[in-house]
């Protein structure tokens, strides 16, 4: 049996010149980069090499890329590194409601000890508005956090505008921009965001490595973990030296690729829409058509539960995902379609492919050669 992976957004596998590399990567740089003989000094090379192949990809400087170990690590030493380190300016942050859970919960956190959040509400497309950014704006607003790209429907959503807005008022922004990296071409100097969330798996590279951009200037941070001073002493904790080269080397080849990766996640995206909705009836198309990432469609069946199709479509070797790439399985009704305001049957009929730079047309001629078949004996079987 074939098996086909189309759930990009919840991880990708490893890019090909990673497996290449990778004993070397797990034997010759073992040394501890902080130590000043000639083992630590090879991984510190390696570490600083690839902040710069990182650097190059997002149109930043190295002094702006810190290290961590995940997305949601990121994103939490951004919010609440600001937050904490701003406190006696205000205690109130404007997000809204289609955040990652790594976003909404750190957030729930800070209002448990004192932080006034505000949540704005998306339209049916999963937008915002800039101008309700901008009307949430009080005089104790010291952040605001709203992602670049939806992980379930692909939505993009107007970060430059947004931060135009922020930097308009001298309020801090964020985006969690862990959707971004490995499916558009991204430039840091041109988007008004003050810190942005990575995440390595996401993009090709390993998990266990994330990263944080920190414009230069903006700051203090109050570190989450407190230690050896690693990272300039905001992630605190000896360095995943494989991980952050992997990312490195893993950035240095999607700087030439991008342009192309895009034309072929289009591609791919779009022949598999029109072939399932030429084979089948009922399909509900979910989120900015317009405004989107090139990989993602979130798309429901009437009639049909989604997690029986998910794992009807597993049985024949095809991955695709209900829901949230990192809550699917808490069998808990979507966020974020929900705040969209689609209807429950729609909602429980939603799934999400996420195409890849390395899947092929013969997977998705497989896949639709699964998927309407599958639609439908769900649908019989009702
Ligand atoms: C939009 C978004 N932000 C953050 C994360 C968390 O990233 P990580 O898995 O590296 O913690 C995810 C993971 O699905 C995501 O989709």
């Known amino acids: 049996m074939m098996r086909v992976y189309l759930d ?30 000639w083992a630590g000094r090879e991984a510190r090379e390696k570490i600083e090499e690839a902040r710069l192949n990182v650097a190059k990809f997002l149109n930043a400087k190295e002094s702006e890329i810190l290290f961590t170990g995940s997305g949601t690590e990121s994103a939490n030493l951004a919010i609440k590194g600001i937050a904490f380190s701003h406190k ?3 205690n109130h942050i404007i997000s809204t409601k289609v955040e990652h859970p ?11 000890v004192g932080f006034n959040v505000t949540y704005l509400p998306v339209d049916e497309k999963g937008q915002i508005d800039p101008e309700d950014v901008e009307r949430a704006i009080k005089k104790e607003t010291i952040l605001i956090s709203v992602m670049y790209a939806n992980n379930e429907t692909g939505t993009i959503l107007p970060i430059r505008e947004i931060g135009e807005v922020a930097r308009k008022h001298g309020i801090y922004f964020h985006s969690d921009m862990v959707q971004a990296m490995g499916k558009c071409r991204i430039d840091l100097s041109q988007l008004n965001v003050d810190l942005a969330s990575f995440s390595g798996h996401k993009s ?3 998990k266990g490595v994330g990263l944080l951009y920190i414009r ?20 605190s904790g000896t360095e995943n030296t494989i991980g952050i080269v992997a ?16 034309k072929k996640m289009e591609r791919l995206r779009s022949k598999i829409v029109s072939g399932l909705l030429e084979a089948l009836d009922g399909v509900i198309l979910n989120g900015d058509q317009k405004n989107r990432l090139p990989n993602t469609v979130n798309l429901s069946f009437e009639g049909v539960d ?4 998910v794992l009807l479509l597993d049985s024949y070797g095809i991955a695709v995902s209900s829901g949230a790439a990192c809550s699917s399985g808490s069998g808990s009704f979507s966020h974020v379609l929900t705040a969209m305001g689609l209807s429950p049957d729609v909602i429980r009929g939603a799934i999400r492919i996420s195409v890849g730079k390395f899947n092929t047309d013969e997977e998705i001629d497989y896949a639709l050669s699964i998927i309407p078949s599958a639609v439908k004996k769900l649908k019989k079987g009702k």
């Open 8 to 37: 990009n957004n919840a991880t990708t596998p490893l890019h090909p010149e990673l497996k290449k590399n990778i004993t070397e990567l797990f034997t010759d740089f073992f040394g501890n980069p902080s130590s000043i003989h």
């Open 88 to 90: 006696e300016k205000g």
């Open 102 to 112: 790594c976003v909404l919960n750190t957030l729930k956190y800070l209002e448990s």
């Open 204 to 206: 090709y590279a390993p």
């Open 216 to 235: 230069e200037g903006v700051g203090p941070l109050e570190p989450l973990i407190h230690g050896g001073h690693q990272e300039r002493g905001l992630r």
């Open 247 to 262: 990312l490195g080397i893993v950035a240095s080849i999607l700087v030439k690729e991008i342009e192309d990766d895009i």
């Open 306 to 309: 989604s997690q029986s199709l």
